[in-house]
């Protein structure tokens, strides 16, 4: 089946990139789709959408930016700010998220935060995330950081059109050589598993 996908030219379908899986990608997720068949990493990207702690943190990090911006700002502080009885719609909003977080009896442990923030700091959503800001204190400070997306590739229709147009303009090319290296590797591939 790869090989009747590279033969064919590779063609690519759009597809959501999968953080670093683009080889796995290349090479098992574009022939699959070449075929037809769902995208088998469709049920990575449904997880990930339907989950409670991913949506929590989106949440947070929202109500945190308007408040609180990129400095770097102690647990304490962001307890102390959140007022479910403010006028201000930002901190109730900040309220209500560190309240689902980390409420002990109506009261907001600021141990629990500071653990929840720790465990996802890294993580991204909605292009936000929380790092550890540097230095060294008593207590950790934290900021939001907001991570530009790259660039949009170029669709795979505008890569085949620019290669196919240089390919018969200019004979042969290195990506040809390419290609049969990698059907003797995917070749060598499939008859070392067919031997074990």
Known sequence: ????????????????????????????RQPLLWLGVVDPAQSVFDGMENDPDRETLGRFLHAWTPIF????TMVRE????????????????????IADIADERG??????????????AGRLVDGLKFEKAPGKRNADQWQVVSVIPALPVPSATTILSVSSVSSVASGPTEESVSDDDELD?????VASMLIE
């Not at 009261?107 to 465990?119: A, E, F, P």
């Open 107 to 120: 009261q907001i442990n600021r141990k629990r935060l500071g653990w929840w923030i720790s465990k996802h």
């Open 185 to 189: 590797s995917i070749d060598d591939m």
């Open 69 to 72: 911006g990129k400095r770097p």
């Open 78 to 97: 962001v307890v102390a700010n959140a007022d479910r009885s403010s006028y201000d719609p930002r901190l109730v909003e900040l309220h209500e998220v």
């Open 1 to 28: 089946m790869v090989r009747a996908w590279i033969v064919a030219g590779k063609p690519s379908s759009s597809c959501k990139s999968l953080a670093s899986y683009g080889q796995w990608s290349d090479r098992v």
